[in-house]
């Protein structure tokens, strides 16, 4: 009984220090864009300021955080949804009706992510330059999407899987056609898992910086290529940076913690059962 | 109107091995079949096959006279109810019964009249309106049932439909299945690896073993007139005694003598020649056995079973094999009794030893046609 307790009392502890030590480096964020660049960089770090909000409104001044948060909206929801509606037919044929070949070709999908990105650059960055896509919306939100791909029909195969196909025959009885049993009877029924593997997508596409800084500029660039424009050749600012990077990743943030649940729950269907 | 003709019809899952071997059967309009048989033996396969839910590899299918094959499952005007019911747990009771009739494209009043009266048939009515989750399993079935009766098929199918009820829900729901059989006039098939429900229920059995039909037939027909040793010891509750015996010499009068381990000889009469040496299997149903003083059969009591209108006694032979016999429910008897058993060897099954049946001439005193009066009946197989 009381060594349980201790027990419990060292895992909650254990578990507050990793939490703290994958938060501190937002905190530390969060509370620099509030200081001005002077106190920003003194030695040692100061905890206690006072508050300011100057280095927003240097931000603002600067560049134009709107463009960029439409930009990151609009080519993450896009690519997102290319990309589920590009793997939910592949993931039903896969998980419904398997060949031989099924678990090779999830298994080559995902070996796709193993490879650099930057081993792509040069020819996606040619094809994009003769093609006119670069710095455009279109073209980050197809290579988002596309990038996402390996993961989102894995996940989705994984949640299909799940799915006792006698319900879909039943549907075919009932004269449900292929189309009519994914949209009334798979979709609905696995709608937690395709909304975390949207979600996922989601977050993933928002976060991406490699891609996006090395084929936009202005017109299509995210708020990943805006945080980046403040790490400037005129030297580090920090409390600016800061500012720009909690401006960039509190959308994702808020999103995040009120899709948390579905987030977890999607992510442990079928480890845990 | 609704019949059904399997001609030929062969399934292979994977290349080079057959699952089912080539069926040919007939499907009266308004009967009820059941397809029966091991676990494995393929009844899912060939009833999916009927469904639409399975490729036909080879052979033909045909509904009303039409070859149906490449029809796809719900132009087939089947229903099908699945063992796991299969309902769609995001909708309501109402919804589960309309969704065929709201994917053809039916006007919502037509819909609702048909899944009401469907409810009324099933006493479905107060749970209309809610989800399959919070209903018992009989009333998941039903609803299972009602969702094929909403689209007026031409035939029902049914897999295990019963298997995952308790067995006195599973008594009532039989008897309620036969009685919408009636309601509806409809042409059944119902697969189902319980003997019991087969005897029950239908008007023709099939038998399957290993993806070939053993035998088609009425309940009695099969119980009486067994075409072969599969059928005898899978028809029937309590099971046939099968006991392996050797052919002696013809004795004058007709009648041979079998003579099984143990020393015990029946005398049989055969309706063809048999060939002296052979080896026999002899077939005894249970309640064929009687305890008699001079019985040939002796052995002590092993288990007594009491089942209240009957008693089932498990017999130990002296040659070492078990014999159940079935006796009055009062019967005296106790484990470990020592008792004589007899038999008239008329009702005896007598089966070759490449497993299918010898017909056994008829006693001259014997009365055609009286099914019912076991111990009178001479066994005549049709092979
Ligand atoms: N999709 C499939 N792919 C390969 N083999 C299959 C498939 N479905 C069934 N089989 C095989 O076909 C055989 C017959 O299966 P089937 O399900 O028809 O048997 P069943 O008579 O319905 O048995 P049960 O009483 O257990 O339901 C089995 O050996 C099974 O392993
Ligand atoms: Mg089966």
Redesign the interface.
């Known amino acids: 009984m009381q060594q349980s307790r201790l027990k419990r009392v060292l895992i909650l502890l254990a578990g507050w220090c990793v939490a703290l030590l994958l938060f501190f480096p937002i905190l530390w964020m969060v509370l620099t864009s509030f200081k001005t660049e002077i106190a920003a960089i003194s030695t040692p770090p100061l905890l206690f300021f006072r508050p300011t909000l100057s280095a927003y409104a240097a931000v603002q001044a600067q560049s134009n955080y709107l463009h960029f948060a439409l930009n990151s909206i609009v080519i993450s929801v896009g690519g997102t949804v290319v990309a589920l509606l590009l793997s939910i037919p592949a993931a039903y044929a896969m998980a419904f009706h398997p060949t031989r070949r099924t678990r090779g070709t999830l298994l080559w999908m995902l070996s796709t992510k193993m490879l650099p990105p930057v081993g792509v650059l040069v020819p996606i960055y040619l094809l994009f330059k003769t093609s006119g896509l670069l710095d455009t919306r279109i073209g980050l939100l197809g290579i988002y999407a596309l990038m996402n791909l390996p993961i989102t029909v894995w996940m989705l195969f994984t949640f299909f899987r799940e799915m006792p196909h006698d319900i879909l025959e039943a549907g075919r009885m009932d004269g449900a056609g292929t189309w009519g049993e994914v949209w009334h009877l798979l979709l609905p029924l696995t709608m937690p898992g395709v909304a975390s593997t949207g979600l996922l997508s989601l977050i993933l596409c928002w976060n991406e910086a490699f891609w996006s800084l090395n084929v936009t500029s202005v017109n299509a660039a995210p708020l990943t290529a805006f945080i980046a424009s403040f790490s400037s050749p005129e030297g580090l600012f920090f409390a600016k940076l800061s500012a720009a990077s909690t401006m960039a990743v509190a959308p994702i943030l808020v999103f995040g913690w009120f899709s948390q649940r579905q987030l977890v729950r999607g992510l442990t269907f079928g480890a845990v059962k | 109107m609704a019949t059904l003709s399997l001609r030929g019809v062969r399934k292979s899952y994977l290349a080079g091995t057959e699952t089912i071997k080539g069926i040919d059967l007939d499907v009266a309009d308004r009967e009820f079949v059941v397809f029966v048989g091991p676990s494995g033996c393929g009844k899912s396969t060939l009833l999916r096959m009927i ?3 399975e490729d036909i590899t080879a052979g033909d299918l045909l509904i009303d006279g039409t070859r149906v094959n490449d029809v ?4 087939r005007g ?3 109810v ?3 019911y ?5 909708m309501t009771v109402a919804d589960n019964m309309g ?2 009739l709201k ?2 494209g039916r006007p919502k009043a037509e819909r609702d009249a048909k899944v009401a009266e469907a409810a009324r048939i099933l006493q479905l009515e107060p749970v209309l309106t809610q989800r399959p989750r919070s209903l018992s399993g009989g009333q998941r079935q039903r609803v299972a049932i009602g ?1 094929a009766i909403v ?1 007026q098929p031409r035939v029902f199918l049914f897999d295990e439909p019963l298997s995952n009820l308790d067995a006195a829900l599973r008594g009532q729901m039989r008897v309620e299945l036969l009685r919408l059989h009636e309601e509806l006039a409809a042409t059944m098939i119902y697969v189902t690896h319980d003997q019991v429900e087969a005897m029950t229920m239908a008007d023709k059995i099939v038998v399957l073993h290993a993806g070939r039909v053993e035998q088609v037939g009425s309940p009695m027909e099969l119980y009486n007139h067994p075409a072969n040793l599969f059928v005898a010891g899978f028809i029937g509750s309590p099971r046939m005694n099968l006991l392996p015996g050797t052919v002696g010499a013809a004795a004058p009068g007709g009648t041979v003598p079998v003579t099984l381990a143990g020393g015990v000889t029946v005398s049989v009469r055969p309706a063809q020649v048999l060939a002296p040496g052979s080896s026999v299997t002899l077939g005894i149903r249970p309640e064929a056995l009687r305890q008699a003083a001079d019985g040939p059969f002796s052995g002590a009591a092993l288990l007594v079973e009491r089942l209240g209108g009957m008693t089932l006694v498990h017999v130990t032979l002296e040659s070492g094999e078990t014999l159940v016999a079935q006796a009055d429910g009062n019967d005296p008897i106790r484990a470990h009794d020592v008792i004589r058993l007899a038999v008239d060897p008329s009702v005896c099954h007598l089966f070759a030893a490449n497993g299918l049946v010898l017909s056994q001439a008829e006693p001259p005193q014997a009365k055609p046609g009286d099914l019912h009066d076991l111990d009178a009946m001479p066994s005549l197989a049709r092979a």
Do not use: N
Not at chain 2, 72 to 75: E, M
């Open positions: 469904a639409g839910l796809d499952p719900a132009s089947l229903a099908m699945f063992q796991s299969a309902l769609y747990p995001h969704f065929a994917l053809a969702r689209r």
